[in-house]
């Protein structure tokens, strides 16, 4: 399984950026996915993640950020919206096929992951 993360860029407080993880693998729809990031200084934390449906979120980013997948393109997003300076951070994608829901936010639950995308707000 590879992950390969996109869409990280230089964006106003306020705006939106939509991250993109394409899986390279078979039964993509088999595998809960997440987002977590790193920010200077700092360890790396959950952003995000889902099984096939809903989506389950880090307090700092509940009613901004929206997880989806689509399953026939092996992608899985991340929709960033209102964003703030504390949101720079490089951002992860990560895949596992046994994550369990009460571990979704677990870092550990996860044995496969992209290289991050980095992700700046800045005025």
């Known amino acids: 399984v590879q992950l390969q993360a996109s869409g990280g860029g230089l964006v106003q407080p306020g705006g939106s950026l939509r991250l993109s993880c394409a899986f390279s693998?078979?039964?993509?729809?088999?595998?809960?996915v997440g987002w977590f990031r790193q920010a200077p200084g700092k360890e790396r934390s959950f952003v995000a993640a889902?099984?096939?449906?809903?989506?389950s979120y880090a307090d700092s980013v509940k009613g901004r950020f929206t997880i989806s997948r689509d399953n026939p393109k092996n992608t899985v997003y991340l929709q960033m919206h209102s964003l703030r300076p504390e949101d720079t951070a490089v951002y992860y994608c990560?895949?596992?096929?046994?994550?369990?829901?009460?571990?979704?936010?677990?870092?550990?639950?996860?044995?496969?992951w992209g290289l991050g995308t980095q992700v700046t707000v800045s005025s």
């Open positions: 693998g078979t039964s993509f729809r088999s595998y809960a």
């Open positions: 990560a895949a596992d096929p046994s994550v369990i829901t009460s571990n979704l936010a677990s870092q550990r639950a996860y044995t496969n």
């Open positions: 889902m099984k096939q449906s809903g989506g």
